[in-house]
């Protein structure tokens, strides 16, 4: 596993380390750039169209039947649309919604709603990826429509298959130049929900006990006091080696530099 320096040597990979928890994960800083800093476009591009090129590369030299090739396609488009829905709802708010991200304003909201932002773009990738799946299943059943060796339904199996490549390859496209591109963190938000979450009491266990440890995840869902408050309260730690124990990016990296570091405070 990468150590934060190495990450952070990569320029066009780095994430800010104010960025917290939810979008402040290790895919999320392997793929995908959330601080405002610009990822280069052909980044999220090429993450979903080069098994696509892969598959009908193959599938043309004839080393990989249409079956396979339409499979192939297929789930990245379920994947595709998996991600659209995980921007939607991040993005979703900014009351009553999870809000950890900005999506860039591609049209005018709702005409009952000033200032509304729809996720259009991620819509209409997801969209594609419906069409992309329909056309799977025609090409399932021309596919288990052949006799023998002979297939008379092959022209709508192909017809489809590129169909699928082509409106794949413009859906992401777009989706990088109009969604991905523009994506900002809500920072502040992010932090909110680190530090008013009952889940980092797990990891007090190691330094109070598991039994005490459920007693203030227990105290806080009641009182509504974060954890950290109510830890200082009963003078169970130090400020200080709660911040050590309780840094968002000690606690979700796992790296041994952060191990090493969470032992320090013992």
Sequence with gaps: ????????????????????????????????????????????????????????????????????????????????????????????????????INLPPRQNGSSIMPGKVNPVIPEVVTQVAYLVIGNDTAITMAAEAGQMELNAFEPVLFYKLFESLDTMAGAVKTLTENCIMGITANEDECRSYVEHSVGICTALCPYIGYKKAAEIAKMSLKTGVPVRDIVLRENLLSAVELKKILDPMIMTEGTEENEAERHTVA
């Design 1 to 100: 596993m990468k150590t934060r320096t190495e990450f952070d040597s990569i320029g066009h990979l780095e994430v800010p380390k104010d960025a917290y928890y939810g979008v402040q994960t290790l895919r999320a800083m392997e793929n995908f750039q959330i601080s405002g800093r610009k990822l280069h476009p052909k980044f999220i591009e090429s993450l979903v169209t080069i098994k696509k090129a892969a598959a009908m590369t193959n599938c043309k030299a004839g080393h990989l039947d249409s079956q396979r090739a339409s499979a192939i396609i297929m789930a990245c488009a379920v994947n595709l649309s998996k991600i659209c829905n995980d921007l939607r709802l991040l993005s979703s708010g900014p009351r009553t919604g999870v809000h950890e």
